[in-house]
């Protein structure tokens, strides 16, 4: 039915640009198009008709257009988790609005920003920019930015150490979406609160929120949502099969003997299907991922190993499409876990090599960045000290300069007065001869 009216809209959409005869005209039904084509998925497609749309804003130097356009292309270079290149578009945003002094975008530019950093493990820069956007949409009233800036301020510090701060802006941030009747909001912050839950071991509660969240999803038509609310449910499941002696620490202990419950595995297996169903749909690779993940998962505890082995492999070769190292690293670590369960040690030593080329690969690239940032720290204010040094040092020259021709100046003055005395005294005495 979604698909539907976005296939319709989309065609409704092409024919408009078609005989549209202003630029403006253009450019808006282009930039809604994109919208609509990364709606459902199409990124190939979302950016081509977002680059047009970027390239006519530019030509008729219509600036509200052209920093809606990158914003547009900075969400589909997001959804294919281009990072450094949503950062490029939502920084040229920024820019363009703050000339505009649109407040409303330049907090979605913070915003968008912040999640960029936050998906990099930026987490300083990440919370930097949402405090940033909620200020200025606390300044401008703005009760639906106030309540995202806090779900995404929450997300930093949604770790076990962190719980109570991260449970704190979540239910700000549902009080929030309950007085403006965003059910969308509402179904966001239902899923988050039950993490939460889910990870202290209140798995009643976190059920509950899941539910909850499931229904808003389905009620509003939005996909993501309802697959993140299935794959969070089927967590539930699979916890309460392999951590039955979770603490509220929100950390797992190191050795678990599993409790093998079938029902509580089936169930497991039956929402992480349901997720997986929709995101294959959407075309939600890293959702994909996940969910063939958790599958395997669930198969290598039914003791299906065969079956297991086809949701890994599949999730091994999807990884590789979208070139995640870090799903390619999870994706090694789980085959290596079920090539032990086989005794297959061959298989089991391949994968755990491959496992940690990608896991020290990425600690180097992160090590790089760090190394690459200090190194730019350290030259920019090596430069500052060179610039100030050099600034001090022309102040120096241009006084000394400054007080030399004002020595001259007045040593030139001098010159003139006496010479105007010596002449008025030999006019006095010609004519003092004279007499």
């Not at 005869?21 to 990124?43: A, F, W």
């Not at 099969?241 to 929100?250: A, I, M, R, S, Y």
């Not at 080329?357 to 720290?377: A, G, P, T, V």
Request: proline fraction near 2%; hydrophobic fraction near 35%.
């Amino acid at each position: 039915m979604g698909s539907f009216a976005h296939n319709r809209n989309i065609d409704s959409l092409i024919i408009l640009i078609t005989n549209d005869k202003s630029d403006t005209n253009k450019v808006n039904h282009l930039i809604t198009l994109c919208n609509e084509y990364r709606n459902i998925g199409d990124y190939n497609n979302s950016l081509s008709y977002g680059n047009k749309a970027l390239q006519i804003a530019s030509l008729i130097s219509n600036r509200k257009y052209k920093a809606s356009s990158y914003n547009n292309i900075g969400n589909i270079y997001y959804s294919i988790g281009k990072y450094p290149l949503a950062l490029t578009n939502y920084f040229a945003s920024l820019k363009i609005n703050e000339v505009l002094k649109n407040k409303k975008d330049i907090a979605g530019a913070y915003l968008n920003i912040g999640i960029i950093y936050y998906y990099q493990n930026n987490f300083p820069e990440a919370l930097k920019n949402y405090y940033a956007s909620l200020n200025i949409s606390k300044e401008i009233g703005d009760k639906g930015g106030i309540a995202i800036s806090l779900t995404n301020i929450g997300l930093v510090y949604d770790d076990p150490d962190n719980y109570p701060e991260a449970l704190k802006n979540y239910f700000a941030a549902l009080k929030l979406y309950v007085e403006i009747q965003d059910k969308k909001g509402i179904a966001d912050s239902y899923n988050n609160i039950g993490r939460i839950y889910n990870s202290l071991g209140n798995y009643s509660d976190a059920l509950k929120m899941y539910s909850a969240s499931l229904k808003l999803n389905q009620e509003i038509g939005s996909k993501y949502g309802a697959a993140f609310s299935y794959h969070n449910m089927g967590n539930i499941y699979w916890n309460q099969v392999n951590f039955p002696e979770l603490k509220q620490t929100g950390k797992f202990p190191n050795e678990v003997k599993p409790i093998v419950p079938i029902d509580l595995l089936n169930r497991s297996f039956k929402n992480y299907q349901a997720a997986l169903n929709i995101r294959m749909e959407s075309g939600d690779k890293q959702g994909s991922i996940e969910s063939f993940i958790g599958l395997g998962h669930v198969q290598m505890n039914l003791k299906k190993l065969k079956e297991a082995e086809e949701y890994l492999k599949k999730a091994l070769n999807l990884s590789y499409e979208i070139k995640s190292k870090e799903w390619i690293k999870e994706s090694y670590s789980r085959l290596e876990e079920l090539d032990s369960m086989q005794s297959n040690w061959k298989a089991a030593y391949d994968h755990h090599k491959l496992y940690v080329r990608y896991r020290d690969s990425i600690h180097s690239e992160e090590f790089e960045k760090e190394s690459i940032q200090n190194i730019i720290n350290f030259d920019f204010e090596k430069n500052i000290a060179s610039s100030k040094a050099e600034a001090e040092k022309k102040n120096i020259i241009d006084n000394a300069n400054n007080k030399k021709k004002l020595f001259e100046l007045i040593l030139g003055a001098c010159v003139m007065i006496l010479a105007i005395v010596l002449a008025r005294y030999m006019y006095r005495s010609r004519r003092t001869s004279k007499k």
